[in-house]
C-alpha cells in the first residue's frame, strides 16, 4: 500500500523527456503498411509537428520470423528514416504478443483463466507473467534490441513491453500457483501466520503443507478473501517482476537511455497498485481512453491528475489516447468539436510534458481497423487530421511549460488500489457500491466548488494538505489510522465516508464496531449497515438522498456534532452525517451515498472552517477546471472549460495557447482549454484569483 521509493527513481535527464519542447507523437506501426506508405508517413508527421513515436511495440514476429533467426533490415530502415526526419523514437522491447512459433513450440507459456480455461493465441499478450519460458525468450529478444539500438541516434526512451497485464494479469495456472506460493512464503515466512491473515479457521481452509496452496480458482461457492487479495497483490507484483526483468536487461546494455512502460491509469483498469509500479520506471507513462458522455471530461481530470501524483508532480508522458473513437466499447462515437485538443491539454495541465495517440495510422485490417489513428481511414484531408495538426502547432506553442511541475493543491482526495479490490469483493452487504463512483462523486463536488484538489495515492505524505477526503477507504491498517489522526490533531481536517475503516491489511474486520478503525478519530460507532434495495431511495433532512447505502450510527461522542440526519424509514432522525472537532481540527464522516450533489454540499458546509475549500472566484461556479504548473520562472495556468458553452474570463496573463486575447478578456470556446502565463511573484498571493476571473 505504501508506494515504492514514494517517487520515480531516477529522474531524466534534461533532454531525454523534453528537451525544451513538448513531445508529440503516437505508436507507429509502419510493419503493417508497404514502404511506399513511409514517405508519406514522414511528410504527413512533419507537418503535424510530430516529434517522437513508438516503435515495433508488436513487431516480434517480424524481428524473429523463426526461434533464433533475425530480421532487422525492415526496423535499421525506418529508425534511419525517422532519424532523418528529425523524429525520436521511444523503441520497444517488443516483447508484449509473442509469435505463433514461440507457443506452437510451448503452448505451456499460454496463460489459464479462473476456471481452467487455457488462452489461445490469435489475439495479443498470450503468456503466463510466471512462465520461465516464455520470460527466457522475452529476455533474449530485449537484449537483440538493445544490443542492436542502444547507440541509435533517434532513440530516446526504451519502452518496456506494453500495456503490461492488460490481457493476462491474472493467470490461475500451475506456473503461477507455484510462483504464488514462493510469494506467500516471502510474506509471511511461516504457514501459521499464513493461516491467521487469512482466517483459514473458517469452513476446513486450514493448511499444513505450502503446495495444497492454489491460486483462488473457481470454486464450489465464495472463496477465501485473504487468499483472494494477496493473489491479486501477488499478480501485480508478478507483472511488475516481468517490468524488472527486461529493465535490468536494458540497464545493463543501455544504462543512460531511460525506460518506462504505459501505465494504464484509468477507470477500467483496477488491478494493478501503479503505486507500487512507479519506482520503477525512469519517468512515468500513462494511457488514457475518454468515457464518451459527460462525465467523460472529469473521468479524465480524475485519472490525468492521479498519473501526475503518482510522477510526484513531475512531467509524465501520455503515452496513448485516442483522437477520435475507440473500438473496443458497445457503441464507439467519436470525439465531439473540441474534445481532441481540450483532451490533450487538460493531460498537459495535470503534468503530461508528451501527448502521444495509439496510433498514428488507422489500421487497414486486424481487431484495431475501427479504431481513431491521427492519420484516419479518410486520408489527411479529414477534421481529425485538422485537428492534429493544429494540436502540432498549440504543443509547439507549450514549449515555455515543459519541465514544469505541477503545483499542490490544499485538498487530497485519497485513492487507493487496494481498497478498491476489496470493497467489490462477492460476499459483501451489496454489490450495488462502487469504490471508483464514491471517490470520483467527491473528485467532481470539488471541481464542481472550484476547488483545486490532488487524488494522492494514499501512501504518498498527507502533511502539506489542509483536507483529506478518504472516500470508502475501506482497508485502514494502524499505520494510516495514525496518519489520518495526526491530520486533524494537527488542525486539519479528514472527511471520509461508509464502508471506510472497516478490514485490516488481510480482509479481517476491525471489531468493536464499524468504522472499525476510523471510530475514535470520528467519534461514532455504527451498528448495521443498512443496504438499499434496487429502486429504494433514503432522503436526509438536508434534501440529499442516499440510493444505495445507509448505515445504523448508534454512538455520537460528545464532542460531535450531527450535520445531517436519515429523514425517512426505519433510520428515520438517526445521525448520517457527522462532524468531531478537535482543536482547530475536525473529523467528518458521512455514512450514506449521497452522491456527488450531495457531497457538494457537505463540503460547502464544512467551507466556513475551511478556508481551502472556498475554492477560487473565477471557478466558483464550477464551470472552469483549473490547474497549475510551475516553472523556473514562471508559472502557467490551464482553464479548461467544463461546460458546452463558451466563457469569458479576465486573462491576467499571456495567452500561451488556446485563444486570441480581446483586449484584457479572453474566450475559452465550448470544451476549450485556454492556457495562461504569468509571473512567479503571484505565488503565494491569493495567485488564481488574480491570474483571471470570470466576467458576467
Ligand atoms: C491499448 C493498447 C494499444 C491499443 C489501444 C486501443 O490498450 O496499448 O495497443 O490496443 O489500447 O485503445
Not at 506494453?162 to 490461475?172: I, P, W
Request: net charge negative.
Amino acid at each position: 500500500m505504501t508506494m515504492d521509493g514514494g517517487q520515480t527513481r531516477r529522474w531524466v535527464k534534461d533532454g531525454a523527456l523534453g528537451a525544451g519542447r513538448m513531445r508529440y507523437g503516437a505508436d507507429y506501426n509502419p510493419e503493417q503498411w508497404p514502404r511506399e506508405v513511409w514517405r508519406d508517413d514522414m511528410r504527413l508527421m512533419r507537418e503535424a509537428g510530430v516529434n517522437v513515436v513508438s516503435l515495433a511495440i508488436f513487431s516480434w514476429a517480424h524481428l524473429e520470423p523463426r526461434p533464433g533467426e533475425w530480421d532487422f533490415a525492415w526496423l535499421d530502415e525506418i529508425m534511419d528514416l525517422l532519424h532523418e526526419h528529425g523524429i525520436d523514437v521511444d523503441l520497444a522491447t517488443a516483447t508484449a504478443s509473442p509469435p505463433p512459433w514461440l507457443t506452437r513450440l510451448h503452448p505451456e507459456v499460454l496463460p489459464q483463466t479462473v476456471d481452467g480455461t487455457i488462452l489461445s493465441p490469435g489475439a495479443r499478450q498470450h503468456w503466463r507473467p510466471t512462465s520461465p519460458i516464455f520470460r527466457d525468450y522475452a529476455l533474449r529478444l530485449t537484449r537483440v534490441i538493445a544490443e542492436r539500438y542502444a547507440q541509435h541516434p533517434a532513440l530516446v526512451a526504451w519502452h518496456i513491453s506494453n500495456e503490461l497485464g492488460c490481457h493476462n494479469l491474472y493467470d490461475f495456472s500451475d506456473d503461477a500457483a507455484r510462483a504464488f506460493r514462493i510469494w506467500l512464503q516471502e510474506r509471511y515466512a511461516t504457514l501459521d501466520a499464513l493461516n491467521d491473515a487469512w482466517g483459514t479457521a473458517f469452513w476446513s481452509q486450514r493448511y499444513s503443507e505450502w503446495d495444497e496452496i492454489l491460486p483462488p480458482r473457481v470454486a464450489p461457492t465464495q472463496r477465501n478473501p485473504g487468499q483472494q487479495l494477496d493473489f491479486e497483490r501477488f499478480s501485480s507484483d508478478a507483472v511488475r517482476d516481468h517490468l524488472r526483468a527486461e529493465a535490468a536487461v536494458l540497464a545493463e546494455i543501455s544504462p543512460n537511455v531511460p525506460r518506462t512502460t504505459n501505465f494504464m491509469v484509468a477507470g477500467n483498469v483496477r488491478e494493478i497498485d501503479y503505486a507500487s509500479w512507479v519506482g520503477d520506471v525512469d519517468f512515468v507513462s500513462n494511457d488514457h481512453y475518454l468515457v464518451p458522455g459527460p462525465a467523460g471530461r472529469d473521468d479524465l481530470s480524475f485519472w490525468a491528475n492521479l498519473t501526475g501524483n503518482l510522477a510526484a508532480g513531475r512531467p509524465w508522458f501520455l503515452m496513448e489516447h485516442a483522437t477520435s473513437a475507440v473500438n473496443w466499447r458497445s457503441a464507439n462515437t467519436p470525439k465531439r468539436p473540441g474534445e481532441l485538443i481540450r483532451d490533450a491539454l487538460t493531460h498537459v495541465g495535470h503534468g503530461a510534458d508528451a501527448v502521444c495517440y495509439f496510433q498514428w495510422r488507422q489500421s487497414r485490417a486486424g481487431g484495431e481497423r475501427y479504431h481513431s489513428g491521427m492519420v484516419p481511414h479518410a486520408g489527411p484531408d479529414s477534421r481529425v487530421f485538422r485537428d492534429v495538426v493544429q494540436l502540432g502547432a498549440e504543443l509547439d506553442a507549450l514549449a515555455p511549460v515543459t519541465g514544469s511541475h505541477r503545483e499542490q493543491a490544499r485538498v487530497a482526495v485519497l485513492f487507493d488500489y487496494e481498497s478498491w479490490w476489496v470493497s467489490g469483493r462477492d460476499s459483501h452487504p451489496s454489490d450495488r457500491i462502487a469504490y471508483d463512483v464514491e471517490v470520483q462523486g467527491w473528485y467532481r463536488a470539488l471541481l464542481d466548488l472550484g476547488v483545486r484538489a490532488d487524488v494522492l495515492p494514499v501512501g504518498a505524505s498527507f502533511d502539506d494538505y489542509e483536507v483529506v477526503v478518504a472516500p470508502m477507504l475501506h482497508i485502514v491498517t494502524d499505520e494510516l489510522r495514525a496518519r489520518l489522526e495526526d491530520v486533524v490533531r494537527d488542525g486539519r481536517h479528514v472527511v471520509t465516508t461508509y464502508f471506510s475503516g472497516i478490514v485490516d491489511e488481510h480482509d479481517r474486520v476491525w471489531l468493536g464496531g464499524y468504522p472499525g478503525a476510523l471510530r475514535d478519530l470520528l467519534g461514532v460507532t455504527v451498528e448495521e449497515f443498512v443496504p438499499l434495495l434496487p429502486g429504494e431511495r433514503i432522503a436526509l433532512a438536508s434534501g440529499a438522498t442516499a440510493s444505495t447505502w445507509t448505515e445504523r450510527i448508534t454512538r455520537v461522542d460528545h464532542d460531535v456534532e450531527v450535520l445531517d440526519a436519515y429523514a425517512d424509514g426505519d433510520l428515520s432522525g438517526a445521525p448520517a452525517v457527522t462532524r468531531r472537532r478537535v482543536g482547530t481540527g475536525t473529523a467528518t464522516y458521512v455514512s450514506a451515498d449521497i452522491g456527488r450533489d450531495g457531497a457538494r454540499e457537505v463540503l460547502r458546509g464544512l467551507a466556513d472552517d475551511v478556508a481551502a475549500l472556498r475554492g477560487d472566484v473565477r471557478a466558483a461556479r464550477g464551470d472552469l477546471e483549473v490547474i497549475v504548473r510551475i516553472g523556473a520562472d514562471a508559472r502557467f495556468v490551464f482553464l479548461a472549460n467544463r461546460t458546452d458553452e463558451p466563457i469569458t474570463v479576465a486573462r491576467g496573463g499571456e495567452i500561451l495557447s488556446g485563444g486570441e486575447p480581446i483586449g484584457d478578456i479572453a474566450e475559452i470556446p465550448p470544451r476549450g482549454v485556454i492556457v495562461l502565463q504569468t509571473g512567479l511573484e503571484q505565488v503565494g498571493t491569493a495567485p488564481l484569483r488574480e491570474t483571471a476571473a470570470v466576467l458576467g
